[in-house]
Structure formats: structure tokens, C-alpha cells
């Protein structure tokens, strides 16, 4: 295992661990629900407390992996099966350690009960970075991110947007049976808290991102947009500036969670490559966001 693949799988498992503190600290003891199978595990967490969050959470991941595989393939590989199984393992066993109790937790030196707000911003930036950091191994960590993956293959809506159906509905859930009209907004800022975090961590904060590269084998990097990613592009005329030859360079608009694919992917096909990434603050068109009927 080389140094890139050793970080690859730290990222994944302080992911996870960032991701179970987030739960055990600062979400599940003040019914917070922010989306995602952890967030609907902390509403049946409610309902059945003999059941401990993480346990639900691996219950509903198990069969949405094995829907991922049966319907994305490759693309859902071990470093997220390791984060949708280390996750719930590492929040279930913290839980048994120190309970779940605002009042009793750390001997109740982080009893935030009186300030929920600031339980949010932390449970929101420990989520984050934990959420982060697994994606930035091409990863993730299961749960309602394939749901919306699988929402937008066939409702052909942008993933991000897909995302925020799905979480939406959990928290509606949550206000239901919580039955609290507070704890809805209180998911909402963790929400917001958690996706700003993961946006600086995977690339910076920006959303989509325009590539410009240069290669001398600019045909496999053409491939690997078209086959891999499942992408569109655009050739560019050039001519080298100092030398005067002719190149072809590569124009493409990817989402954030696919720089890093692309980084990779460009370092293994040609090392000497150039490329520059660009914010697209906003992207119109197919894949992309649609533009607005008149």
C-alpha cells in the first residue's frame, strides 16, 4: 500500500469516526434529524429505544448496497461498504460507553441542552468533516446519498437536488413523530452547518467546476470523461505559445464530488498534464441545472 492509498483509507476511517462522534454528542441525545439514515435512525431511535442508532442506520444501508451494486456497479466499491459498516459500529459502541443522556454525557460537561443551537453547529461541522473526508476517497458513506443517486437516474433531477428531496422527507418524518416544530429548524442549520463544511473539505466550498486540460494523450482523458464519468466535453483549438505547435485542449464542466476523480485519474494517464480547475459558480444545461421555463 503507497502513501495515496494509505490516506485514502485514514480518510475513511477519521471520517467515520468524525461522523459517529458528530451523532453521539451533539445530534441523537437532542433529537436532531438531520436527513440521511442516521437522522430517520434517530426518529425510530425515539419510537424504539431498545435499538440503538447505528443499528438502524446498518439495517437500511445494507440493502441500499446491495441495490447501489446491483444498479451503479463499480462505482460503490470498498472503501464505502468500510464507511456504511464502520460508521454505525463506531456510533453503537460509543453510545454503550457513555450513554445517551445530555445530562450524563462526559459526566455532563457537554450538557448543551439549554443552548440546542450551538449542539447543531458542532454536530453539523463534526458531520461535515466526517461526510468530507469519505467523499474525498470517492467514497460514500451509503445511506440516502444512493437513494438520491438512484432518484436521479430515473427522475433525471441534478444529485445535489435529489439529496435535498431525500433529507427533506426525513426531517418532515422527524417532525411528525417528534412532534416539536423546533427540532425541523434545528436540522436545517446542522444541514446547512454539515454541507458548507463538506463543500471546503472536497473542493474548497465552490459547486460545479470548469476544467481546462492540456495532455499529448488527450485521447484516453477523452475516454475516461465520456465512459467514466459519463460526461460530455469540448475540444479547444490551441497552439503552445512558445513552441507555436498545435494541441487539442479539453473543456469540461464537472461537479465538485468528480474533481478529485478527475485528478486521479489525469495523474495515472499522464503525469505531465496540465490542468486548471475553475469555479463555475453557475452551470446550465444538461447534467447540470436546468434552465428556468419563461
Same mark, same amino acid.
Given at each position: 500500500?503507497?502513501? $495515496?492509498?494509505?490516506?485514502?483509507?485514514?480518510?475513511?476511517?477519521?471520517?467515520?469516526?468524525?461522523?459517529?462522534?458528530?451523532?453521539?454528542?451533539?445530534?441523537?441525545?437532542?433529537?436532531?434529524?438531520?436527513?440521511?439514515?442516521?437522522?430517520?435512525?434517530?426518529?425510530?431511535? #425515539?419510537?424504539?429505544?431498545?435499538?440503538?442508532?447505528?443499528? #438502524?442506520?446498518?439495517?437500511?444501508?445494507?440493502?441500499?448496497?446491495?441495490?447501489?451494486?446491483?444498479?451503479?456497479?463499480?462505482?460503490?466499491?470498498?472503501?464505502?461498504? +468500510?464507511?456504511?459498516?464502520?460508521?454505525?459500529?463506531?456510533?453503537?459502541?460509543?453510545?454503550?460507553?457513555?450513554?445517551?443522556?445530555?445530562?450524563?454525557?462526559?459526566? @455532563?460537561?457537554?450538557?448543551?441542552?439549554?443552548? +440546542?443551537?450551538?449542539?447543531?453547529?458542532?454536530?453539523?461541522?463534526?458531520?461535515?468533516?466526517?461526510?468530507?473526508?469519505?467523499?474525498?476517497?470517492?467514497?460514500?458513506? @451509503?445511506?440516502?446519498?444512493?437513494?438520491?443517486?438512484?432518484?436521479?437516474?430515473?427522475? $433525471?433531477?441534478?444529485?445535489?437536488?435529489?439529496? /435535498?428531496? &431525500?433529507?427533506?422527507?426525513?426531517? /418532515?418524518?422527524?417532525?411528525? &413523530?417528534? @412532534?416539536?416544530?423546533?427540532?425541523?429548524? #434545528?436540522?436545517?442549520?446542522?444541514?446547512?452547518?454539515?454541507?458548507?463544511?463538506?463543500?471546503?473539505?472536497?473542493?474548497?466550498?465552490?459547486?460545479?467546476?470548469?476544467?481546462?486540460?492540456?495532455?499529448?494523450? $488527450?485521447?484516453?482523458?477523452?475516454?475516461?470523461? /465520456?465512459?467514466?464519468?459519463?460526461?460530455?466535453?469540448?475540444?479547444?483549438?490551441?497552439?503552445?505559445?512558445?513552441?507555436?505547435?498545435?494541441?487539442?485542449?479539453?473543456?469540461? &464542466? +464537472?461537479?465538485?464530488?468528480? +474533481?478529485?476523480?478527475?485528478?486521479?485519474?489525469?495523474?495515472?494517464?499522464?503525469?505531465?498534464?496540465?490542468?486548471?480547475?475553475?469555479?463555475? $459558480?453557475?452551470?446550465?444545461?444538461?447534467?447540470?441545472?436546468?434552465?428556468?421555463?419563461?
Amino acid at each position: 500500500m503507497n502513501s $495515496h492509498h494509505f490516506r485514502q483509507w485514514l480518510f475513511v476511517v477519521v471520517g467515520a469516526a468524525l461522523l459517529a462522534t458528530a451523532f453521539v454528542f451533539f445530534i441523537t441525545p437532542y433529537r436532531i434529524v438531520p436527513g440521511g439514515v442516521y437522522g430517520l435512525g434517530v426518529v425510530l431511535n #425515539y419510537l424504539f429505544p431498545a435499538i440503538q442508532v447505528g443499528t #438502524y442506520g446498518l439495517s437500511m444501508d445494507i440493502p441500499l448496497l446491495l441495490i447501489a451494486f446491483r444498479l451503479f456497479g463499480a462505482k460503490f466499491g470498498t472503501k464505502t461498504i +468500510v464507511a456504511a459498516v464502520l460508521t454505525p459500529v463506531i456510533m453503537d459502541t460509543l453510545t454503550l460507553l457513555v450513554g445517551s443522556d445530555p445530562a450524563t454525557l462526559l459526566g @455532563g460537561k457537554i450538557d448543551l441542552s439549554d443552548d +440546542v443551537l450551538l449542539s447543531c453547529i458542532f454536530g453539523g461541522t463534526l458531520m461535515g468533516a466526517g461526510v468530507g473526508l469519505i467523499l474525498k476517497t470517492h467514497a460514500t458513506s @451509503g445511506g440516502t446519498d444512493i437513494v438520491a443517486m438512484i432518484v436521479s437516474r430515473y427522475f $433525471h433531477v441534478p444529485i445535489s437536488r435529489a439529496v /435535498l428531496y &431525500v433529507d427533506s422527507l426525513v426531517v /418532515l418524518f422527524g417532525l411528525v &413523530v417528534l @412532534g416539536d416544530w423546533r427540532l425541523p429548524l #434545528y436540522s436545517l442549520v446542522t444541514i446547512f452547518v454539515s454541507s458548507r463544511v463538506i463543500d471546503y473539505i472536497v473542493d474548497g466550498g465552490s459547486g460545479d467546476k470548469l476544467l481546462f486540460i492540456l495532455s499529448d494523450r $488527450h485521447d484516453e482523458i477523452r475516454d475516461y470523461i /465520456l465512459e467514466g464519468l459519463d460526461r460530455g466535453g469540448t475540444y479547444i483549438k490551441a497552439s503552445g505559445m512558445y513552441t507555436g505547435a498545435d494541441k487539442e485542449m479539453i473543456f469540461v &464542466v +464537472v461537479s465538485r464530488r468528480e +474533481v478529485s476523480l478527475m485528478r486521479d485519474r489525469i495523474r495515472e494517464i499522464d503525469p505531465d498534464a496540465f490542468m486548471i480547475v475553475v469555479d463555475a $459558480h453557475e452551470t446550465l444545461g444538461e447534467g447540470f441545472k436546468t434552465f428556468e421555463k419563461l
